[in-house]
């Protein structure tokens, strides 16, 4: 292998940077005109551009500065010393400063300069010459100009009068500005005066070890030694493997694929003989017969005729014609047969069998060959014959449901060989045994009990048989029963409301049914108040409420989830009334009256009104106006029952 593809480019840079990456700030003189120096304030330092805008910059030896001011306390026109980056050696390089001085007195700024540079590791404030753009380290006065022609010679100007590098980059990218550009050995620099700048190449007698990846792009002659790896294995080339060149074994192959028509150069292969004296041997193709002289790989046409053939001859029976094995073939066809007799101890391997299908069965004579008869699916069809069929049960399953017809009348045999004994349907479940639908029964008998379910509840969601009384009569109830829960919630409050007094609301888990609503009141002078019974379906909002305590009718019960409310003072903002349940106008007693008071009672039990969502709400009101110096005793009783929509 004479070339390899690559590309040798290295760019090296050293750029001398040995002064110090902070400088060190002070100032012990910052007066007004009068020689009355600051009593007291701060002296602020904030990195900027040339445009006076604040910036971030990488401060030299590591490290980024904030967008935000150096500071320090200033006491009688000394400031205690700080440091800031040292503008040589950021990067970017040749910030510039922001500098001011705050009087703490009055908070303003006395003292302001931009564009302030300086380098160095020490910064005396006091020696600062404001009013220009000066170079780093300069505090004279310069003359700011734009292009010069110069003739005859400038001293400090730099290589043809100009000022030297003005940016180097890598790869296209900028490196940072220095006074210095250093390249490595192995790259060669002269000065190019004619086009005016500087040529760098790679020097030729350069002679680098490369160790890691590299990737080369383009031609490269190599007049030494190649090694891979720092090595070069015997017999071995460089070979692709997807992504590298490796070590490898060659892989030798023609240009054509097998059955190609095209013409091109074979391949030359041969073989390594190990008999007597070994040697590797061509291929030979022979017209004729061998002289029996030949070496490697011998082939020749088979010519026609008889050919003897010796030793073992392993044959293929093809398709047609057949091949003659032996003394059983008749008319070209290879008879195949067992090697033990009908009715003869059994030896030797199986052979495998097959049949035929037939959409209609043959019907075939007395000792007549007959195909075995198969299914469309390979299946093979059993038929019953004189002894009829056999099935003992241990281990046989029935997998799919069979037709039965039947015919005449039956009797099954469970366990009684007499088979007197009717057919049995039952579940194999007791009553609140297991889960329902494990072994659904059509009807449960009634089992008799002296208490409900014998005293213990049901699991929901099991079957139950109907409880029935010793003396045979089914238990049956009228609802409200135990189930569902059912609450009541009672309040004494001053009927002081100009709108809603009470109000039961629904809820977002069940359906509330509202069966019973009691309200009694009194008032300072007795009289007849009018009185209704509202359902709204948006509930009320804000007022001063306090909750109506809710107890369940059975301790058993969960909390409920609904929760009514009294309301006084000026009453809740009432929500969209559906209609009136009821109106009534109430006997309201003056207090201390001995003589039994009014009592209104709204009794729905057998058609209970429905609430349904946090929404609805059954609400008492005095047709929006309060009761003089009155109370009020309004009782809810409802039931809370899962959501079943009619």
Same mark, same amino acid.
């Given at each position: 292998?004479?070339?390899?593809?690559?590309?040798?480019?290295?760019?090296?840079?050293?750029?001398?940077?040995?002064?110090?990456?902070?400088?060190?700030?002070?100032?012990?003189?910052? *007066?007004?005109?009068?020689?009355?120096?600051?009593?007291?304030?701060?002296?602020?330092?904030?990195?900027?551009?040339?445009?006076?805008?604040?910036?971030?910059?990488?401060?030299?030896?590591?490290?980024?500065?904030?967008?935000?001011?150096?500071?320090?306390?200033?006491?009688?026109?000394?400031?205690?010393?700080?440091?800031?980056?040292?503008?040589?050696?950021?990067?970017?390089?040749?910030?510039?400063?922001?500098?001011?001085?705050?009087?703490?007195? *009055?908070?303003?700024?006395?003292?302001?300069?931009?564009?302030?540079?300086?380098?160095?590791?020490?910064?005396?404030?006091?020696?600062?010459?404001?009013?220009?753009?000066?170079?780093?380290?300069?505090?004279?006065?310069?003359?700011?100009?734009?292009?010069?022609?110069?003739?005859?010679?400038?001293?400090?100007?730099?290589?043809?009068?100009?000022?030297?590098?003005?940016?180097?980059?890598?790869?296209?990218?900028?490196?940072?500005?220095?006074?210095?550009?250093?390249?490595?050995?192995?790259?060669?620099?002269?000065?190019?005066?004619?086009?005016?700048?500087?040529?760098?190449?790679?020097?030729?007698?350069?002679?680098?070890?490369?160790?890691?990846?590299?990737?080369?792009?383009?031609?490269?002659?190599?007049?030494?030694?190649?090694?891979?790896?720092?090595?070069?294995?015997?017999?071995?080339?460089?070979?692709?493997?997807?992504?590298?060149?490796?070590?490898?074994?060659?892989?030798?192959?023609?240009?054509?694929?097998?059955?190609?028509?095209?013409?091109?150069?074979?391949?030359?292969?041969?073989?390594?003989?190990?008999?007597?004296?070994?040697?590797?041997?061509?291929?030979?193709?022979?017209?004729?017969?061998?002289?029996?002289?030949?070496?490697?790989?011998?082939?020749?046409?088979?010519?026609?005729?008889?050919?003897?053939?010796?030793?073992?001859?392993?044959?293929?029976?093809?398709?047609?014609?057949?091949?003659?094995?032996?003394?059983?073939? *008749?008319?070209?066809?290879?008879?195949?047969?067992?090697?033990?007799?009908?009715?003869?101890?059994?030896?030797?391997?199986?052979?495998?069998?097959?049949?035929?299908?037939?959409?209609?069965?043959?019907?075939?004579?007395?000792?007549?060959?007959?195909?075995?008869?198969?299914?469309?699916?390979?299946?093979?069809?059993?038929?019953?014959?004189?002894?009829?069929?056999?099935?003992?049960?241990?281990?046989?399953?029935?997998?799919?449901?069979?037709?039965?017809?039947?015919?005449?009348?039956?009797?099954?045999?469970?366990?009684?060989?007499?088979?007197?004994?009717?057919?049995?349907?039952?579940?194999?479940?007791?009553?609140?045994?297991?889960?329902?639908?494990?072994?659904?029964?059509?009807?449960?008998?009634?089992?008799?009990?002296?208490?409900?379910?014998?005293?213990?509840?049901?699991?929901?969601?099991?079957?139950?048989?109907?409880?029935?009384?010793?003396?045979?009569?089914?238990?049956?109830?009228?609802?409200?029963?135990?189930?569902?829960?059912?609450?009541?919630?009672?309040?004494?409050?001053?009927?002081?409301?100009?709108?809603?007094?009470?109000?039961?609301?629904?809820?977002?888990?069940?359906?509330?049914?509202?069966?019973?609503?009691?309200?009694?009141?009194?008032?300072?002078?007795?009289?007849?108040?009018?009185?209704?019974?509202?359902?709204?379906?948006?509930?009320?909002?804000?007022?001063?409420?306090?909750?109506?305590?809710?107890?369940?009718?059975?301790?058993?019960?969960?909390?409920?989830?609904?929760?009514?409310?009294?309301?006084?003072?000026?009453?809740?903002?009432?929500?969209?009334?559906?209609?009136?349940?009821?109106?009534?106008?109430?006997?309201?007693?003056?207090?201390?009256?001995?003589?039994?008071?009014?009592?209104?009672?709204?009794?729905?039990?057998?058609?209970?009104?429905?609430?349904?969502? *946090?929404?609805?709400?059954?609400?008492?009101?005095?047709?929006?106006?309060?009761?003089?110096?009155?109370?009020?005793?309004?009782?809810?009783?409802?039931?809370?029952?899962?959501?079943?929509?009619?």
């Amino acid at each position: 292998m004479n070339k390899i593809l690559g590309t040798f480019a290295v760019v090296c840079l050293a750029v001398a940077a040995n002064a110090q990456n902070w400088t060190t700030v002070s100032a012990s003189n910052i *007066t007004d005109l009068n020689q009355q120096k600051l009593a007291a304030g701060t002296l602020c330092f904030l990195i900027t551009d040339l445009n006076d805008n604040p910036i971030s910059v990488n401060i030299g030896g590591g490290g980024q500065s904030l967008q935000r001011p150096f500071c320090s306390s200033v006491t009688n026109g000394s400031a205690a010393s700080f440091t800031v980056p040292n503008p040589a050696n950021t990067a970017p390089a040749n910030i510039s400063y922001r500098v001011t001085a705050t009087d703490s007195s *009055t908070g303003q700024i006395v003292l302001r300069y931009t564009e302030v540079q300086f380098t160095g590791g020490t910064f005396n404030f006091d020696n600062y010459v404001p009013g220009f753009n000066l170079p780093l380290g300069s505090s004279a006065p310069v003359l700011s100009v734009g292009s010069l022609t110069i003739t005859g010679s400038c001293t400090g100007c730099g290589s043809g009068g100009g000022g030297g590098y003005g940016t180097i980059q890598n790869a296209g990218t900028s490196l940072a500005q220095r006074a210095t550009a250093n390249f490595f050995s192995g790259i060669s620099c002269t000065d190019n005066s004619g086009s005016t700048r500087t040529d760098c190449q790679i020097d030729q007698s350069f002679n680098p070890t490369w160790t890691g990846t590299h990737t080369f792009n383009g031609t490269a002659n190599i007049a030494g030694t190649f090694q891979i790896g720092g090595a070069a294995p015997q017999g071995k080339i460089p070979i692709g493997n997807g992504s590298s060149y490796v070590p490898g074994d060659p892989l030798v192959q023609g240009t054509q694929a097998e059955g190609s028509t095209s013409t091109a150069n074979p391949v030359v292969i041969g073989g390594y003989d190990t008999a007597g004296t070994p040697a590797i041997h061509r291929a030979v193709t022979l017209n004729g017969a061998p002289a029996g002289t030949e070496y490697g790989i011998v082939t020749r046409n088979i010519p026609g005729g008889t050919q003897t053939v010796t030793g073992t001859v392993t044959a293929n029976v093809g398709s047609s014609n057949g091949v003659a094995l032996d003394a059983t073939l *008749t008319s070209g066809s290879l008879k195949a047969q067992g090697n033990v007799a009908s009715a003869s101890a059994d030896s030797g391997n199986p052979v495998k069998v097959g049949g035929v299908f037939n959409a209609t069965q043959p019907a075939v004579t007395n000792a007549q060959r007959v195909d075995a008869q198969f299914s469309n699916r390979g299946e093979l069809l059993i038929a019953k014959g004189v002894s009829g069929f056999s099935i003992d049960n241990t281990g046989f399953n029935i997998n799919n449901t069979p037709a039965v017809s039947q015919s005449g009348s039956w009797t099954v045999q469970p366990g009684n060989t007499a088979n007197t004994t009717p057919w049995l349907v039952q579940g194999n479940l007791s009553s609140n045994g297991a889960g329902a639908g494990s072994n659904r029964v059509g009807t449960l008998d009634g089992i008799a009990q002296t208490d409900f379910n014998n005293g213990t509840a049901a699991t929901q969601g099991r079957d139950v048989a109907p409880n029935v009384g010793t003396d045979g009569l089914l238990w049956t109830a009228q609802l409200p029963a135990m189930r569902p829960a059912s609450y009541v919630g009672s309040a004494n409050f001053a009927g002081s409301s100009t709108t809603d007094n009470a109000c039961l609301p629904g809820n977002a888990s069940n359906t509330v049914l509202l069966t019973r609503v009691k309200v009694s009141c009194t008032q300072t002078t007795a009289g007849i108040v009018l009185m209704k019974i509202i359902k709204r379906s948006t509930a009320d909002s804000g007022g001063t409420s306090a909750a109506i305590t809710a107890v369940g009718d059975d301790s058993n019960y969960s909390a409920a989830v609904s929760a009514p409310l009294s309301y006084t003072g000026t009453g809740p903002t009432v929500g969209t009334a559906l209609g009136f349940i009821d109106e009534y106008y109430l006997g309201c007693l003056a207090l201390g009256t001995a003589a039994p008071n009014d009592i209104y009672i709204l009794n729905r039990t057998q058609k209970p009104i429905v609430l349904r969502g *946090t929404a609805q709400e059954a609400c008492v009101n005095f047709n929006n106006s309060a009761l003089t110096g009155g109370n009020l005793n309004v009782t809810f009783e409802w039931i809370e029952t899962k959501t079943i929509a009619p």
